[in-house]
């Protein structure tokens, strides 16, 4: 128990130092900005007036440390800082954007996590025969693709040639829940890359723990095969699919990006290029630390998910 | 016989591809003159793109900057990988090792996607950069995976016995160390290269590291998406190409992989 806790006390520290990482290193490379924020976001028509304005907007006179301090001491409360492009607070373009991209998140993990397990239960159960080669291949060859390639020909065949699906989510807005056609193909192109890595790890854990000796004592016990594969040798198979699911957030999050700008979805990720185009740095930062922030508390999440399933196995930190 | 029948999807999958963005540039020759944008057939065999240029003159050149930059930054992660994972490894200062390995597990917390387009923002990179940022964002995970592979060989006895024999740390390193672990390094070369290849595409498609108006297969998919319902070539043959390449490149590493495990025989209980 004592190992436990003191596992789980290193494992948070970890996150901790992860999130105070991502803060710096966020603060660190608008810092690094050759001139000043005020001199990159004029850009080709530099305007002393307008560049002194921004100067004096993000206090960029002052010395860094007191910037930082004052940043994280917005974060902490929740205040992001102001755009630059709109003087809006980037806490209202977080809110904008939050909905689609919960929406769009939550539908995939939603559907990954029994479409990766399922697929790969189904290709350990026929192992080395038809179907588990037609999976193990067909999740192999999809593993590597890059989602717009995937995405843009998908929208040519379903939306353009044969019309079943509308080919973007323009003018659908906030309302993208009313409209699930449009959304078929976003979480299908998302989808695609986390559930052949999710079942590929699943196949292989599976059909470890279906030849190991407990598995073999407990059909020897006479216990029905359902129960076995599902009771006992899953739980097993799904420790190392835990911590790769975990890594799948990262995917997510950059799938996300990649699909908003695909389908013109107007979710954070769109936020994130439109700010990055607008060299806008107070939103780029803003969405930066949110982005990774919940891959950290995802990540840690997963973790523990993964010490509590297979507690022997030795997990990072 | 059973080599082609292990690398002939992958290879029949990646040749197209490949060799578009090997001998392409050779074969395309000049330029055809420009015509209006996005048209079908007249003299294109796949039409022109959306500021007027063939796309079949685009299509031979836009291979080579995917396949170079991603080849260029897989090398360039393993340059500061190696040194930085094999002293790790083989460092008997605890704080050495700390000091090398702990800020690779904080850096990768941070999405590579999410990293690429916060430095883009701050510092806008040409193709030299993208390889640099590629290959910034793929070094934490090849350290720690050249670190685990080493740290499993240096606690044999062998590098024991020649530490004791007084041999030079570079010997040990070099000679003994990095011979053994070459092919558990190869193995995670091929899939890191897969793994860069997407990056370096999804990047050029988002517009980081290129010109707006660039020969490459992705920067053609983004920008020829405005004319995708009247031209669709532009954008549909390089996306299948990427398609191609990506799929057939990790259809080859696995079969590669292979041959590193052995075969288990028969069906276990």
Request: aromatic share 6%.
């Amino acid at each position: 128990m004592n190992g436990l806790r003191s596992w789980i006390a290193r494992r948070l520290v970890l996150g901790a130092l992860q999130t105070a990482a991502v803060v710096l290193l966020v603060f660190a490379l608008t810092e690094a900005l050759p001139g000043d924020a005020a001199v990159a976001f004029a850009g080709d028509q530099p305007d002393p007036e307008r560049i002194a304005a921004v100067r004096e907007a993000m206090g960029l006179d002052r010395p860094a440390h007191e910037r930082l301090a004052e940043w994280v001491r917005g974060l902490l409360h929740g205040d992001f800082g102001t755009s630059l492009t709109s003087g809006r607070p980037v806490s209202g373009f977080l809110a904008d954007g939050f909905g689609p991209t919960l929406l769009l998140a939550g539908l995939t993990v939603l559907l990954l996590v029994p479409l990766g397990v399922g697929l790969g239960v189904l290709a350990a159960r026929h192992e080395g025969r038809f179907t588990d080669r037609l999976i193990s291949s067909a999740t192999l060859g999809v593993y590597a693709v890059p989602e717009f390639a995937l995405g843009v020909l998908l929208v040519s065949v379903f939306a353009l040639r044969l019309g079943w699906l509308p080919p973007t989510a323009v003018g659908y807005g906030d309302g993208l829940l009313a409209h699930p056609a449009a959304l078929v193909l976003p979480v299908l192109v998302l989808l695609a890359r986390p559930v052949c890595s999710l079942a590929r790890l699943v196949r292989a854990g599976m059909i470890e723990a279906l030849a190991a000796p407990y598995t073999a004592q407990a059909r020897r016990y006479g216990l029905s095969g359902t129960r076995v594969r599902y009771g006992h040798a899953l739980p097993n198979a799904l420790a190392p699919a835990t911590q790769q699911l975990a890594r799948t957030i990262d995917w997510l999050l950059c799938g996300v990006i990649v699909v908003e700008a695909l389908y013109v979805i107007p979710g954070l990720g769109t936020v994130l290029m439109n700010a990055v185009a607008d060299r806008d740095i107070p939103v780029v930062q803003g969405l930066a630390v949110v982005f990774g922030l919940a891959t950290v508390v995802l990540n840690l999440g997963a973790d523990l998910v993964t010490h509590r399933l297979a507690p022997r196995s030795e997990v990072a930190a | 016989m059973r080599r082609l029948r292990r690398y002939g999807p992958g290879a029949a999958v990646a040749a197209l591809p490949l060799g578009l963005a090997l001998a392409g540039p050779y074969l395309a020759g000049e330029a055809p003159a420009r015509a209006a944008s996005f048209t079908l057939g007249e003299g294109y065999r796949l039409g022109t793109d959306f500021v007027g240029r063939d796309v079949v003159h685009q299509v031979l050149l836009g291979g080579r900057p995917v396949v170079l930059v991603a080849l260029a930054a897989t090398l360039l992660a393993y340059l500061v990988a190696l040194p930085v994972g094999l002293a790790g490894a083989l460092t008997h200062r605890r704080w050495l090792e700390e000091l090398l390995m702990r800020p690779l597990d904080v850096l990768l917390a941070v999405p590579s996607l999410l990293m690429m387009l916060l430095v883009a923002a701050v510092f806008p990179p040409g193709a030299a950069g993208l390889v640099l940022l590629v290959a910034f964002v793929s070094v934490p995970d090849a350290a720690r995976i050249v670190r685990a592979a080493a740290a499993e060989v240096a606690s044999r006895p062998a590098v024991e016995a020649l530490r004791m024999q007084g041999e030079s740390w570079w010997r040990l390193a070099v000679g003994h160390v990095g011979r053994s672990i070459a092919r558990t390094l190869a193995a995670d070369a091929g899939i890191r290269l897969t793994g860069v290849l997407y990056l370096v595409a999804t990047a050029a498609f988002l517009g980081i590291g290129v010109a707006p108006d660039a020969s490459d297969w992705a920067v053609m998919v983004d920008r020829n998406r405005t004319g995708l319902l009247i031209q669709p070539w532009a954008v549909v043959v390089p996306a299948l190409l990427i398609i191609a390449l990506t799929m057939g490149s990790n259809l080859l590493v696995d079969a590669a992989m292979e041959n590193r495990t052995p075969p288990r025989k028969g069906r276990r209980p």
